[in-house]
C-alpha cells in the first residue's frame, strides 16, 4: 500500500514539475514607431536580448518597430485590450490619459538632457510614472531621446519665420499652443506619415530629435534645420495593470530588472547618437543646420505677445 502511495506522489510530483517545465514563457510583444537604429530601437532591443539571455524559460519578447504592429495612435487602446504588452510612445501621446505627462511638452523648460535627467529621477518625476494609474496603464520608466530641432522648407531664425506655415507636431494640446503661439498652424499627424507629408510639401515642417530625423531621412526632404533645442522629446515606457500585476511575482521582477537595464543602455545610445546623427546629417549635405544667436534664441524664448495671442483665443473658446 504503502508503495502504491509513494509511487502515486512520485507520479504526480513528476507531473506537476513537467507541467511547470512545459508552462509557455509569457509572450511581451513590444510595440514602437521608431527605427532599430534609434535609442528607443536600440533599447528595445538590448530588452529582447537580456530576457532571452537570463529567463529564457519564463518570458520572451518580440519587437515590432517601424510601426509595424501599431501606430501611436492606436498603440495604448491596443494595450488596454491585451492586443500587445510593452510600448514606449513619446511623453506627448498620452495626451489623450492624462494631462500631467505634457509638463514636459512646455517650451524651453529644460536647458538640456542633464535637466530632464534630474527631473524625471526627483520626486515629482517619479511621481508622474503613476499618472496613468486610474487609465489601467502601468508607467515603468523614462527612456530619452533628446531635445527637439525645428525642421523646414526655409530658414527658420525667429518666431515670425513660423507664421502661417503647416507643422506637424505629436498628439498634445501643449505643443499645438505652442505652435499657435506662433500664429502657425500645427498639424497632429502620426510619426509614420511625416515623410510623405514633407516630401509631398503637404506640410512645411516638423519638430524632431537629431536620431528621428536622420532615421526617418527627414533631412532628405527638408533643406533646413534650426538647432533650436526648444523641447525635449522622451519616453514612458508603459504596460498594462491587467498584463503586468497577474505576472508571477518572479517573471515581473526578472523582466523588469532586464528593462531598467536596457533603459540605462537606450539613454546612453541617445547621448551619443544625438551628436553623431547631427553630424551625419551636416556631413550628407542635405540639409543646412542653423544656429541660432543669443538674441534670435532670446526672442523665441519670449514670444509673450504669440503667447498671449493663444491665451485670448482659448479663452474665447472656453466662453
Ligand atoms: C518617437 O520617437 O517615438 C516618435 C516621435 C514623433 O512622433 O515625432
Redo the contacts with the bound molecule.
Keep these: 500500500m504503502k508503495t502504491l502511495k509513494t509511487s502515486l506522489t512520485a507520479m504526480m510530483l513528476a507531473l506537476g514539475i513537467a507541467g511547470v517545465a512545459n508552462a509557455a514563457p509569457v509572450e511581451i510583444k513590444f510595440s ?3 527605427a532599430e537604429n534609434t535609442p ?1 530601437g536600440q533599447m528595445a532591443i538590448k530588452f529582447k536580448e537580456l530576457v532571452a539571455e537570463r529567463m529564457p524559460d519564463k518570458a520572451v519578447v518580440n519587437v515590432y518597430p517601424n510601426s509595424q504592429l501599431f501606430g ?1 495612435n492606436k498603440v495604448l487602446e491596443a494595450m488596454l485590450l491585451g492586443d500587445v504588452e510593452l510600448a514606449a ?2 511623453l506627448s501621446k498620452f495626451n489623450k490619459y492624462t494631462k500631467a505627462l505634457q509638463l514636459f511638452d512646455l517650451p524651453f523648460l529644460f536647458k538640456d538632457m542633464d535637466a530632464v535627467e534630474r527631473f524625471q529621477n526627483g520626486p515629482a518625476g517619479q511621481e508622474l510614472l503613476g499618472s496613468l494609474k486610474k487609465k489601467g496603464l502601468v508607467g515603468l520608466g523614462y527612456l530619452h ?1 533628446g531635445m527637439k530641432q525645428l525642421s523646414a522648407n526655409d530658414p527658420l531664425r525667429t518666431p515670425a519665420d513660423a507664421d502661417g506655415k503647416k507643422f506637424r507636431i ?1 498628439s498634445s494640446d501643449v505643443l499645438a499652443a505652442q505652435f499657435e503661439a506662433l500664429e502657425a498652424v500645427p498639424l497632429k499627424k502620426p ?1 509614420s506619415e511625416v515623410f510623405t507629408l514633407l516630401q509631398t510639401k503637404a506640410i512645411d515642417g516638423q519638430e ?1 530629435t537629431w536620431s ?1 530625423i536622420y532615421s526617418k531621412k527627414f533631412f532628405e526632404v527638408q533643406p533646413y534645420i534650426t538647432e533650436s533645442n526648444h523641447g525635449v ?1 522622451d519616453y514612458l515606457v508603459v504596460t498594462s495593470a491587467e498584463f503586468w500585476l497577474t505576472l508571477p511575482d518572479d517573471v515581473r521582477e526578472g523582466v523588469k530588472e532586464a528593462l531598467d537595464e536596457a533603459i540605462a543602455f537606450g539613454n546612453k545610445v541617445a547621448n551619443d547618437k544625438a551628436m553623431a546623427d547631427k553630424q551625419a546629417i551636416i556631413e550628407s549635405g542635405r540639409s543646412e543646420v542653423l544656429t541660432l544667436t543669443d538674441a534670435e534664441r532670446q526672442q523665441c524664448r519670449s514670444d509673450e505677445a504669440g503667447m498671449e495671442t493663444v491665451r485670448r483665443r482659448n479663452r474665447c473658446r472656453a466662453d
Design positions: 514602437h514607431v521608431v528607443k501611436d510612445p513619446s531621446n505629436m510619426f524632431n528621428n522629446l
